[in-house]
C-alpha cells in the first residue's frame, strides 16, 4: 500500500537558519504530493503541492521537488522565521481501489527560536 | 468564507459510552474525509464519502465505528461503547473534487476525544 515517510522531530532552529525536512514515500503509478502545515491551535491546511516528476512546488519561501528517481519530497526554506513554528505533515495521493484517499506521514514538529 | 466546523472541539467521555462527533464541510465540497491521529502518530484515515455514499470506509477501525453523511453536507461519526485506545483527535476535512488525484484537503480543527 501506499505510505509516507518523514523525519523525526522535533527540528530546533535559531531564526533565519536553513531548513529541510525528509519526506519519502511509497506508492504504486504516479501520486501527487502535498505539504500541509499546522500552527498551534489551527487545523491542517496545504502549504504546497507537486503533481508530477521534477514539479516544484513553492509557498511561503517553502519550496519542494517532486523526485521520482528517489521518491522523495523533502520540504526546504532558506531562512524561517519563528513563525514557521508548526507541525508539517507530508502526504501523497495515489490510487487506492478506485479512488485517491491522501496517506499522510506522521508530521515533524519545527521550533524556531528567536 | 466559512472553513470546515467541528464539533465538539473536546470530549471526555467514559468507558462503554457511545459519543459522537460532528462536521460540518465547506459548502459545495462533494467530498468528506474522516481522520484520526493518536498521540505521536500520522494521520489514519477511516472513512471517506462522495456525496452521501461512502466509496471507501476501509479505515473503520471496528463495528463500534459508524460514519453518515446526509443532504451532502453534515456528516456525523459515532464510535458505540468506546474505548480508552479510542482516545485521539479525530478530524474531518473536505475537497471540491473529491476523490482525484490533484484535489487538496480543507481540514477543521478536530475534535479532541478522552476516553476514561
Known amino acids: 500500500g501506499n505510505s509516507v515517510t518523514q523525519m523525526e522531530g522535533p527540528v530546533t532552529l535559531s531564526e533565519e537558519a536553513f531548513l529541510t525536512i525528509n519526506c519519502t514515500y511509497t506508492a504504486t503509478g504516479y501520486p501527487s504530493l502535498f505539504w500541509y502545515v499546522q500552527y498551534p491551535g489551527e487545523g491542517l491546511q496545504l502549504l504546497l503541492k507537486?503533481?508530477?516528476?521534477?514539479d516544484k512546488g513553492s509557498n511561503k519561501g517553502f519550496e519542494a521537488t517532486y523526485r521520482k528517481e528517489t521518491t522523495s519530497f523533502h520540504l526546504e526554506k532558506g531562512s524561517v522565521q519563528v513563525s514557521d513554528s508548526a507541525v508539517y505533515f507530508c502526504a501523497l495521493s495515489g490510487a487506492s481501489g478506485g479512488s485517491y484517499i491522501p496517506t499522510f506521514g506522521r508530521g515533524t514538529s519545527l521550533i524556531v527560536h528567536p | 468564507g466559512a472553513g470546515v466546523s467541528q464539533s465538539p472541539s473536546n470530549k471526555v467521555t467514559e468507558k462503554g459510552k457511545d459519543v459522537e462527533l460532528r462536521c460540518d464541510p465547506i459548502s459545495g465540497h462533494t467530498a468528506l474525509y474522516w481522520y484520526r491521529q493518536r498521540l505521536g502518530q500520522g494521520l489514519e484515515f477511516l472513512i471517506y464519502?462522495?456525496?452521501?455514499?461512502?466509496?471507501?470506509k476501509s479505515g473503520l477501525p471496528s463495528d463500534r465505528f459508524s460514519a453518515e453523511r446526509t443532504g451532502e453536507s453534515v456528516s456525523t461519526l459515532t464510535i458505540q461503547r468506546t474505548q480508552q485506545e479510542d482516545s485521539a483527535v479525530y478530524l474531518c476535512?473536505?475537497?471540491?473534487?473529491?476523490?482525484?488525484?490533484?484535489?487538496?484537503?480543507?481540514f477543521g480543527n478536530g475534535t479532541r476525544l478522552t476516553v476514561t
Open positions: 464519502f462522495q456525496g452521501n455514499s461512502a466509496p471507501d
Open positions: 476535512a473536505s475537497s471540491s473534487l473529491g476523490g482525484q488525484l490533484n484535489s487538496p484537503l480543507h
Open positions: 507537486a503533481t508530477k516528476a521534477d
